[in-house]
């Protein structure tokens, strides 16, 4: 079958796309994203294991869960701060997977449309970045839940 | 002693940690995903992981290596539908997951809403 124009066009502009785009080495880029995962894993380590010195006494689930929101408010003041796109762009998908990219996410969106109000910019938009993550979430957790119950469980 | 238990310690967190994102740099060079599919993919793997009883040996060994990228938090989510499904039946599966996440989603939330007051959207 005969191409029409603009798959032809399409083809001619992403090959030109690929020409002009910055050429990073893709070694670089896993190496990058290698060492600052690590290091993003490390640092809520020894965050963890400062609330563990500091409260002795607390349950080790609830320590985990100040580790992870002090991870999550360190990366959104970071993102306010125009920090933390610096860092993503240097450290690829080591910034991005770890929970500080779901942090960034909501907040870059969430300043991103500002401009258009509290309520109808940021409010409408904080979840349009993570929404994916929250909805596919909830559904394949329910899912596993139920099915949980259905073999391991009594119903009701 | 304990120092280079310790030390073994962050070792094993940084290699896991810094493995699972190797892994999703690999994926968007190789694959092209954008960002958003690759976090639903390792999203959906944690929730597996729990699901089948994988995740905890995993987080036993490599502790915040696995708990911090997006896999720790599909696998929270799983957990907290699993046990709320256990404790209270069948509709706990619907509420579990999200209580369990609740403290991560609630603080980016409020923090994002004061972020986004305080500072304005820097010029590229």
Not at chain 1, 141 to 155: K, N, Y
Request: net charge positive; with cysteine; aromatic share 10%.
């Amino acid at each position: 079958m005969e191409k029409t124009a603009t798959q032809l066009r399409n083809e001619r502009y992403s090959k030109y796309v690929d020409a002009v785009s910055p050429q990073t080495s893709a070694v670089k880029s896993l190496l990058h994203s290698f060492v600052l995962g690590g290091i993003t894993c490390v640092i809520a380590q020894i965050v963890n294991d400062l609330f563990a010195l500091a409260m002795p006494a607390t349950e080790k689930e609830m320590i985990a869960t100040f580790t992870l929101m002090t991870m999550v408010t360190v990366a959104i003041f970071l993102t306010g701060l125009g920090v933390f796109d610096k860092l993503a762009r240097f450290g690829g998908a080591g910034l991005f997977l770890p929970i500080t990219g779901f942090a960034n996410a909501i907040s870059s969106a969430s300043m991103e449309f500002k401009a258009e109000g509290l309520i109808f910019g940021t409010s409408t938009k904080m979840f349009s970045v993570v929404g994916p993550v929250v909805v596919n979430g909830v559904v394949w957790s329910t899912l596993a839940g139920i099915i949980h119950l259905i073999i391991f469980g009594r119903i009701m | 002693m304990e120092i280079l238990n310790k030390l073994l310690t962050y070792l094993i967190v940084f290699a896991v940690g810094g493995a699972f994102c190797l892994v999703a740099q690999i994926l968007i060079i190789k694959t092209k995903l954008t960002p958003a599919r690759i976090l639903v993919i390792f999203l959906v793997a944690g929730i597996a992981l729990e699901a089948v009883g994988a995740f905890r040996y995993i987080k036993e060994f490599a502790k915040a290596g696995a708990t911090i990228p997006i896999v720790g938090f599909g696998a929270a989510l799983a957990k907290g539908a699993i046990e709320m499904a256990r404790s209270v039946g069948f509709v706990g599966a619907f509420a579990g997951g999200l209580v369990n996440t609740a403290f991560g989603i609630g603080v980016a939330v409020v923090a994002s809403f004061v972020v986004t007051l305080i500072f304005s959207p820097k010029s590229k």
